[in-house]
T-cell receptor
Framework: AQSVTQLDSQVPVFEEAPVELRCNYS??????LFWYVQYPNQGLQLLLK??????LVKGINGFEAEFNKSQTSFHLRKPSVHISDTAEYFC?????????????FGTGTRLKVLA | DVKVTQSSRYLVKRTGEKVFLECVQD?????MFWYRQDPGLGLRLIYF???????EKGDIPEGYSVSREKKERFSLILESASTNQTSMYLC????????????FGDGTRLSIL
């Protein structure tokens, strides 16, 4: 079965600095990958998705992610963060092993942007 | 835009009560999901449904049941609420196919006293 690992539970970073949030998944023949953001007291909002094609995926709010098949990774990056990016970020993979439409979510990374 | 609406943002119930959490989506999505979210554990799937009256157990179905009588509505039922079911509950929906992203409601923070 698929699994998703977000190694960093918390990432503090100063405003206008770059950030990378790491995500690794277990191997699979084909994967669909997603990053979601959750602001305080809200549900999850889709940031970006990788389905096929270019390995560099651009999303909303200046975020991008790179799909690396050999390293089974899908790290999220932003070149310059803002205070408003403070939130929890979840990586998810669509599970193709069960024939259904389940996602497997990572445990999340809390991004704290410091002034 | 897809709208997934959860009936309550905050809910307080007592141990042993039967609790209903309601979720409605307005995009004619086939798939609907219930998750619970706990600190350090991420999102865990309780149940999902891929069609009216169809349901499948997720990873943590014990103590829960679901109902999907209409395509747009998916209800989560706590048969006899217990304190360890205090959590944030998130509903989501998606169209057919693995590539379709899930769209989430704002969540219901449920406290069982």
């Amino acid at each position: 079965a698929q699994s998703v690992t977000q190694l960093d539970s918390q990432v503090p970073v100063f405003e206008e600095a770059p950030v990378e949030l790491r995500c690794n998944y277990s191997s699979s023949v084909s994967v669909y990958l997603f990053w979601y953001v959750q602001y305080p007291n809200q549900g999850l909002q889709l940031l970006l998705k990788y389905l096929s094609g270019s390995t560099l995926v651009k999303g909303i709010n200046g975020f991008e992610a790179e799909f690396n098949k050999s390293q089974t990774s899908f790290h999220l990056r932003k070149p310059s963060v803002h205070i408003s990016d403070t939130a929890e970020y979840f990586c998810a993979v669509s599970d193709d092993t069960s024939g259904t439409y389940k996602y497997i979510f990572g445990t999340g990374t809390r991004l704290k942007v410091l002034a | 835009d897809v709208k997934v609406t959860q009936s309550s943002r905050y809910l307080v119930k007592r141990t042993g009560e039967k609790v209903f959490l309601e979720c409605v989506q307005d995009m004619d999505h086939e798939n609907m999901f219930w998750y619970r979210q706990d600190p350090g554990l991420g999102l865990r799937l309780i149940y999902f449904s891929y069609d009216v009256k169809m349901k499948e157990k997720g990873d943590i179905p014990e103590g829960y049941s679901v109902s999907r009588e209409k395509k747009e509505r998916f209800s989560l039922i706590l048969e006899s609420a217990s304190t360890n079911q205090t959590s944030m509950y998130l509903c989501a929906s998606s169209g057919l196919g693995r590539s379709r992203p899930q769209h989430f409601g704002d969540g219901t923070r449920l406290s069982i006293l």
